[in-house]
Protein backbone atom coordinates (compact mmCIF):
# COMPACT_ATOMS: atom_id res chain seq x y z
CA UNK A 1 0.00 0.00 0.00
CA UNK A 2 1.14 3.64 -0.71
CA UNK A 3 1.25 6.60 0.72
CA UNK A 4 -1.92 8.96 0.45
CA UNK A 5 -2.83 11.91 2.16
CA UNK A 6 -5.79 12.09 4.10
CA UNK A 7 -5.93 15.64 6.16
CA UNK A 8 -5.26 18.65 5.29
CA UNK A 9 -5.27 22.18 7.12
CA UNK A 10 -3.17 25.83 7.41
CA UNK A 11 -3.50 28.48 9.98
CA UNK A 12 -2.52 32.25 9.40
CA UNK A 13 -1.66 34.96 11.19
CA UNK A 14 -4.02 38.48 11.27
CA UNK A 15 -4.38 39.77 7.67
CA UNK A 16 -3.98 42.92 6.22
CA UNK A 17 -4.68 44.38 2.67
CA UNK A 18 -2.39 44.73 0.31
CA UNK A 19 -3.17 48.48 -0.23
CA UNK A 20 -3.61 49.22 3.58
CA UNK A 21 0.39 47.59 3.76
CA UNK A 22 1.56 49.98 0.69
CA UNK A 23 -0.80 53.29 1.83
CA UNK A 24 0.45 52.68 5.57
CA UNK A 25 4.08 51.70 5.71
CA UNK A 26 5.68 50.74 2.37
CA UNK A 27 4.73 53.87 0.56
CA UNK A 28 7.25 55.63 3.12
CA UNK A 29 9.35 52.71 2.97
CA UNK A 30 10.26 53.72 -0.66
CA UNK A 31 9.50 57.04 -0.57
CA UNK A 32 6.95 57.36 -2.89
CA UNK A 33 8.59 55.58 -5.44
CA UNK A 34 6.21 55.42 -8.56
CA UNK A 35 8.31 51.80 -9.38
CA UNK A 36 7.73 50.28 -6.21
CA UNK A 37 4.16 51.33 -6.03
CA UNK A 38 3.07 49.77 -9.26
CA UNK A 39 4.65 46.61 -8.53
CA UNK A 40 2.90 46.58 -5.63
CA UNK A 41 -0.48 47.68 -7.25
CA UNK A 42 0.32 44.84 -10.17
CA UNK A 43 0.59 41.78 -7.67
CA UNK A 44 -2.37 40.42 -7.77
CA UNK A 45 -2.74 39.99 -4.27
CA UNK A 46 -5.49 41.89 -2.13
CA UNK A 47 -4.86 40.23 1.27
CA UNK A 48 -1.61 38.82 3.04
CA UNK A 49 -0.92 37.68 6.95
CA UNK A 50 1.75 38.35 8.99
CA UNK A 51 3.13 37.50 12.56
CA UNK A 52 4.88 41.45 12.06
CA UNK A 53 2.16 44.38 10.80
CA UNK A 54 4.80 46.50 9.85
CA UNK A 55 2.51 49.37 10.32
CA UNK A 56 2.66 48.60 13.86
CA UNK A 57 6.04 47.25 14.55
CA UNK A 58 9.29 47.21 11.91
CA UNK A 59 12.03 44.99 12.33
CA UNK A 60 14.18 46.91 9.09
CA UNK A 61 17.23 47.68 11.75
CA UNK A 62 16.57 44.62 13.88
CA UNK A 63 19.41 41.77 13.94
CA UNK A 64 19.05 38.41 13.19
CA UNK A 65 19.44 36.64 16.42
CA UNK A 66 16.66 38.66 17.48
CA UNK A 67 14.13 37.64 14.69
CA UNK A 68 14.85 34.19 14.85
CA UNK A 69 14.03 34.47 18.41
CA UNK A 70 10.68 35.93 17.25
CA UNK A 71 10.38 32.96 14.71
CA UNK A 72 10.39 30.69 17.55
CA UNK A 73 7.20 32.31 19.96
CA UNK A 74 5.58 33.34 16.70
CA UNK A 75 5.93 29.90 14.89
CA UNK A 76 4.58 27.72 18.20
CA UNK A 77 1.68 28.47 18.27
CA UNK A 78 0.91 28.58 14.33
CA UNK A 79 2.52 25.12 14.11
CA UNK A 80 0.02 23.55 16.82
CA UNK A 81 -2.74 24.68 15.19
CA UNK A 82 -2.22 23.60 12.01
CA UNK A 83 -0.90 20.27 13.12
CA UNK A 84 -3.73 19.86 15.08
CA UNK A 85 -6.68 20.73 12.24
CA UNK A 86 -4.53 18.39 9.58
CA UNK A 87 -4.63 15.76 12.47
CA UNK A 88 -8.65 16.13 13.36
CA UNK A 89 -9.07 15.89 9.74
CA UNK A 90 -7.57 13.21 9.06
CA UNK A 91 -8.88 11.35 12.63
CA UNK A 92 -5.79 10.90 14.07
CA UNK A 93 -4.43 11.63 17.56
CA UNK A 94 -0.99 12.41 17.87
CA UNK A 95 0.69 9.62 19.44
CA UNK A 96 -0.47 7.98 16.13
CA UNK A 97 2.34 9.66 13.96
CA UNK A 98 5.68 7.80 13.28
CA UNK A 99 7.41 10.75 11.33
CA UNK A 100 6.77 14.60 12.06
CA UNK A 101 8.67 16.54 9.36
CA UNK A 102 8.82 19.84 9.42
CA UNK A 103 9.91 22.60 6.59
CA UNK A 104 10.89 26.05 6.79
CA UNK A 105 13.45 28.61 5.45
CA UNK A 106 12.32 31.20 7.33
CA UNK A 107 13.78 30.43 10.92
CA UNK A 108 15.99 28.23 12.65
CA UNK A 109 16.34 27.49 16.25
CA UNK A 110 17.61 24.40 17.94
CA UNK A 111 15.69 22.74 20.00
CA UNK A 112 13.86 22.97 16.79
CA UNK A 113 9.94 23.40 15.69
CA UNK A 114 10.15 19.50 14.96
CA UNK A 115 11.12 18.99 18.80
CA UNK A 116 8.92 21.43 20.31
CA UNK A 117 6.36 20.99 18.35
CA UNK A 118 6.00 17.32 19.00
CA UNK A 119 6.12 17.76 23.02
CA UNK A 120 3.49 19.76 22.63
CA UNK A 121 1.37 18.12 20.74
CA UNK A 122 1.44 14.90 22.47
CA UNK A 123 3.65 12.91 20.09
CA UNK A 124 5.58 10.02 21.64
CA UNK A 125 9.12 10.35 22.65
CA UNK A 126 10.06 7.65 19.40
CA UNK A 127 8.07 10.16 16.54
CA UNK A 128 10.63 10.25 14.03
CA UNK A 129 11.42 13.71 12.84
CA UNK A 130 12.72 15.41 9.52
CA UNK A 131 14.19 19.08 9.39
CA UNK A 132 14.15 20.42 5.78
CA UNK A 133 15.37 23.73 5.91
CA UNK A 134 16.49 26.92 3.35
CA UNK A 135 15.15 25.43 0.47
CA UNK A 136 12.67 27.53 -0.11
CA UNK A 137 9.10 27.73 -1.71
CA UNK A 138 9.67 24.23 -3.91
CA UNK A 139 10.54 22.55 -0.22
CA UNK A 140 7.16 21.32 0.66
CA UNK A 141 7.23 19.12 -2.28
CA UNK A 142 10.75 17.20 -1.41
CA UNK A 143 9.14 17.29 2.24
CA UNK A 144 6.23 15.27 0.58
CA UNK A 145 8.60 12.72 -1.10
CA UNK A 146 10.33 11.62 2.13
CA UNK A 147 7.48 11.73 4.75
CA UNK A 148 5.41 9.43 1.95
CA UNK A 149 8.20 7.73 1.31
CA UNK A 150 8.41 6.96 5.03
CA UNK A 151 4.75 5.76 5.32
CA UNK A 152 4.99 3.13 2.41
CA UNK A 153 8.00 1.67 3.46
CA UNK A 154 7.08 1.77 7.24
CA UNK A 155 3.30 1.45 7.25
CA UNK A 156 2.90 4.29 9.81
CA UNK A 157 1.28 7.65 9.16
CA UNK A 158 3.44 10.85 9.28
CA UNK A 159 3.05 14.43 9.17
CA UNK A 160 4.78 17.20 7.31
CA UNK A 161 4.41 20.97 8.42
CA UNK A 162 5.17 23.52 6.45
CA UNK A 163 5.65 27.15 7.97
CA UNK A 164 7.20 30.05 6.87
CA UNK A 165 7.31 33.59 8.39
CA UNK A 166 8.37 35.87 5.89
CA UNK A 167 7.08 38.95 7.61
CA UNK A 168 9.93 38.83 9.91
CA UNK A 169 12.74 39.65 6.95
CA UNK A 170 11.83 43.14 5.78
CA UNK A 171 14.56 44.86 4.70
CA UNK A 172 15.73 48.62 5.28
CA UNK A 173 15.47 51.02 2.13
CA UNK A 174 18.60 51.53 0.53
CA UNK A 175 18.92 54.77 -0.66
CA UNK A 176 19.10 54.52 -4.27
CA UNK A 177 15.59 53.55 -3.70
CA UNK A 178 13.87 56.06 -1.74
CA UNK A 179 15.45 58.54 -3.99
CA UNK A 180 13.75 57.68 -7.53
CA UNK A 181 16.70 55.53 -8.83
CA UNK A 182 16.16 52.15 -7.83
CA UNK A 183 19.25 49.46 -8.98
CA UNK A 184 18.26 45.72 -10.08
CA UNK A 185 18.60 45.01 -6.60
CA UNK A 186 16.50 47.50 -5.41
CA UNK A 187 14.04 46.11 -7.82
CA UNK A 188 14.57 42.91 -6.87
CA UNK A 189 13.59 43.90 -2.81
CA UNK A 190 10.61 45.73 -3.88
CA UNK A 191 8.81 42.54 -6.10
CA UNK A 192 9.91 40.84 -2.32
CA UNK A 193 8.08 42.95 0.05
CA UNK A 194 5.24 42.98 -2.28
CA UNK A 195 5.10 39.58 -2.34
CA UNK A 196 5.43 37.34 0.25
CA UNK A 197 3.96 36.37 3.85
CA UNK A 198 3.02 34.21 6.47
CA UNK A 199 1.35 30.02 6.73
CA UNK A 200 1.79 27.29 8.58
CA UNK A 201 -0.04 24.44 6.28
CA UNK A 202 -0.22 20.91 7.78
CA UNK A 203 -0.46 17.48 5.55
CA UNK A 204 -1.01 14.12 6.94
CA UNK A 205 -0.09 10.75 5.20
CA UNK A 206 -1.43 7.13 6.23
CA UNK A 207 -1.15 4.01 3.90
CA UNK A 208 -4.55 4.55 3.09
CA UNK A 209 -6.61 2.82 0.28
CA UNK A 210 -8.89 6.64 0.37
CA UNK A 211 -7.49 10.03 -0.29
CA UNK A 212 -4.74 11.34 -2.32
CA UNK A 213 -2.18 8.78 -2.96
CA UNK A 214 1.53 9.91 -3.62
CA UNK A 215 2.30 8.30 -7.03
CA UNK A 216 5.55 10.11 -8.61
CA UNK A 217 7.73 12.79 -8.34
CA UNK A 218 10.10 14.63 -10.65
CA UNK A 219 12.59 17.62 -10.15
CA UNK A 220 15.07 19.85 -12.54
CA UNK A 221 17.74 22.32 -11.28
CA UNK A 222 19.04 24.90 -13.91
CA UNK A 223 22.49 25.11 -12.63
CA UNK A 224 23.44 27.51 -14.63
CA UNK A 225 20.22 30.00 -13.36
CA UNK A 226 20.98 29.43 -9.57
CA UNK A 227 21.70 32.96 -9.03
CA UNK A 228 18.28 34.40 -10.35
CA UNK A 229 17.02 33.20 -7.10
CA UNK A 230 18.50 33.55 -3.82
CA UNK A 231 17.93 33.58 0.13
CA UNK A 232 20.69 34.83 2.06
CA UNK A 233 21.42 35.30 5.69
CA UNK A 234 22.30 38.54 6.66
CA UNK A 235 23.21 40.59 9.67
CA UNK A 236 19.26 42.01 9.18
CA UNK A 237 17.43 39.00 8.54
CA UNK A 238 17.55 37.02 5.34
CA UNK A 239 17.26 38.49 2.11
CA UNK A 240 15.60 37.08 -1.33
CA UNK A 241 17.02 38.03 -4.60
CA UNK A 242 14.73 37.67 -7.39
CA UNK A 243 15.89 37.79 -10.67
CA UNK A 244 13.22 38.92 -13.54
CA UNK A 245 14.45 36.47 -15.35
CA UNK A 246 13.04 33.59 -13.54
CA UNK A 247 9.61 33.22 -15.44
CA UNK A 248 11.82 32.66 -18.68
CA UNK A 249 13.76 30.18 -17.12
CA UNK A 250 10.46 28.27 -16.29
CA UNK A 251 9.11 29.08 -19.70
CA UNK A 252 12.01 26.25 -20.79
CA UNK A 253 11.08 23.91 -18.52
CA UNK A 254 8.12 23.38 -17.39
CA UNK A 255 6.77 22.05 -20.31
CA UNK A 256 9.33 19.17 -20.56
CA UNK A 257 9.34 18.46 -16.87
CA UNK A 258 5.43 17.69 -16.64
CA UNK A 259 4.89 15.81 -19.46
CA UNK A 260 7.76 13.47 -18.70
CA UNK A 261 6.35 12.85 -15.17
CA UNK A 262 3.09 12.10 -16.62
CA UNK A 263 4.06 10.07 -19.91
CA UNK A 264 6.09 7.54 -17.62
CA UNK A 265 2.69 7.12 -15.56
CA UNK A 266 0.83 6.57 -18.79
CA UNK A 267 -1.08 10.58 -19.06
CA UNK A 268 -0.98 13.56 -20.74
CA UNK A 269 -2.11 17.05 -19.65
CA UNK A 270 -5.28 16.67 -20.82
CA UNK A 271 -5.88 13.79 -18.23
CA UNK A 272 -5.18 15.79 -15.23
CA UNK A 273 -8.23 16.40 -13.14
CA UNK A 274 -6.53 19.41 -11.21
CA UNK A 275 -3.73 21.38 -11.08
CA UNK A 276 -2.39 22.80 -7.77
CA UNK A 277 1.00 25.38 -9.06
CA UNK A 278 2.84 27.84 -6.87
CA UNK A 279 1.80 31.40 -7.35
CA UNK A 280 5.44 32.55 -7.12
CA UNK A 281 4.01 35.52 -8.59
CA UNK A 282 1.45 36.23 -11.32
CA UNK A 283 3.80 36.09 -14.19
CA UNK A 284 5.18 32.57 -13.35
CA UNK A 285 1.29 31.51 -13.08
CA UNK A 286 0.80 33.22 -16.47
CA UNK A 287 3.84 31.51 -17.97
CA UNK A 288 2.42 28.11 -16.44
CA UNK A 289 -0.32 28.39 -18.30
CA UNK A 290 0.81 29.33 -22.03
CA UNK A 291 3.19 26.21 -21.71
CA UNK A 292 1.19 24.09 -20.82
CA UNK A 293 -1.80 25.15 -22.04
CA UNK A 294 -4.17 25.15 -19.39
CA UNK A 295 -7.68 26.73 -19.29
CA UNK A 296 -8.83 29.83 -16.31
CA UNK A 297 -10.82 27.39 -14.47
CA UNK A 298 -7.61 25.45 -13.57
CA UNK A 299 -5.52 28.24 -12.96
CA UNK A 300 -7.98 29.37 -10.82
CA UNK A 301 -7.05 27.57 -7.10
CA UNK A 302 -3.86 29.05 -7.76
CA UNK A 303 -5.20 32.53 -8.76
CA UNK A 304 -7.57 32.81 -5.44
CA UNK A 305 -4.61 31.92 -2.96
CA UNK A 306 -2.42 34.39 -4.47
CA UNK A 307 -5.11 36.70 -4.26
CA UNK A 308 -5.81 35.59 -0.38
CA UNK A 309 -2.45 34.40 0.62
CA UNK A 310 0.16 35.91 -1.40
CA UNK A 311 3.42 33.84 -1.70
CA UNK A 312 3.79 32.01 1.50
CA UNK A 313 7.43 30.18 0.19
CA UNK A 314 7.29 26.25 0.90
CA UNK A 315 3.74 26.55 2.38
CA UNK A 316 1.74 28.28 -0.79
CA UNK A 317 1.91 25.18 -2.63
CA UNK A 318 0.06 22.95 0.19
CA UNK A 319 -2.77 25.96 0.06
CA UNK A 320 -3.67 26.23 -3.26
CA UNK A 321 -3.68 22.13 -2.87
CA UNK A 322 -6.51 22.48 -0.29
CA UNK A 323 -8.14 25.06 -2.14
CA UNK A 324 -8.12 22.69 -5.42
CA UNK A 325 -9.56 20.12 -3.38
CA UNK A 326 -12.29 22.22 -1.64
CA UNK A 327 -13.61 23.90 -4.52
CA UNK A 328 -13.12 20.83 -6.73
CA UNK A 329 -14.67 17.09 -5.65
CA UNK A 330 -12.23 14.22 -7.52
CA UNK A 331 -13.78 10.64 -9.05
CA UNK A 332 -11.85 8.18 -7.69
CA UNK A 333 -8.89 7.67 -10.14
CA UNK A 334 -8.28 11.86 -11.25
CA UNK A 335 -5.07 12.40 -11.51
CA UNK A 336 -3.51 15.91 -9.85
CA UNK A 337 -0.15 17.88 -10.36
CA UNK A 338 1.17 20.06 -7.52
CA UNK A 339 4.59 22.09 -8.76
CA UNK A 340 6.63 24.68 -7.33
CA UNK A 341 9.54 26.40 -7.95
CA UNK A 342 12.59 28.06 -5.90
CA UNK A 343 16.71 28.38 -5.50
CA UNK A 344 18.98 26.55 -7.93
CA UNK A 345 16.72 27.28 -9.93
CA UNK A 346 14.47 24.24 -9.22
CA UNK A 347 11.48 22.91 -10.47
CA UNK A 348 9.54 19.88 -8.58
CA UNK A 349 6.38 18.34 -9.26
CA UNK A 350 4.43 15.82 -7.63
CA UNK A 351 1.88 13.54 -9.63
CA UNK A 352 -1.39 12.68 -7.27
CA UNK A 353 -4.31 10.67 -7.61
CA UNK A 354 -7.12 10.80 -6.18
CA UNK A 355 -8.27 7.11 -4.41
CA UNK A 356 -11.31 5.66 -2.93
CA UNK A 357 -12.56 2.15 -1.19
Not at 57 to 66: F, H, K, Q, V, Y
Not at 130 to 149: E, T
Request: aromatic share 6%; glycine share 8%.
Amino acid sequence: MTASITGMAHAVPAAASQQRLWDDYFREHYAGNRVAARVFAASGIETRHGVIDPTVESLCDTGTGARMRRFLAEAMPLGKEAVSAALADAGLDAADVGLFGVVSCTGYTTPGLDILLARDLGMTPEVQRLHIGHMGCYAALPGLGAVSDFVTARGRPAVMLCLELTTLHVQPPTESARSGRPTAEDLQQMVAHSLFSDAAAAVVLRPAATGLRVVDIAARTDVATSDHMTWDVTDLGFKMGLSPQVPDVLAVHVRDVVRGLLARNGLSVADVAGWAVHPGGRRILEVVAEQLELSDAAMAPSYEVLRDFGNCSSATVLLVLERLLANRPLATGDPVVAMAFGPGLTLYMVLLRAAGD
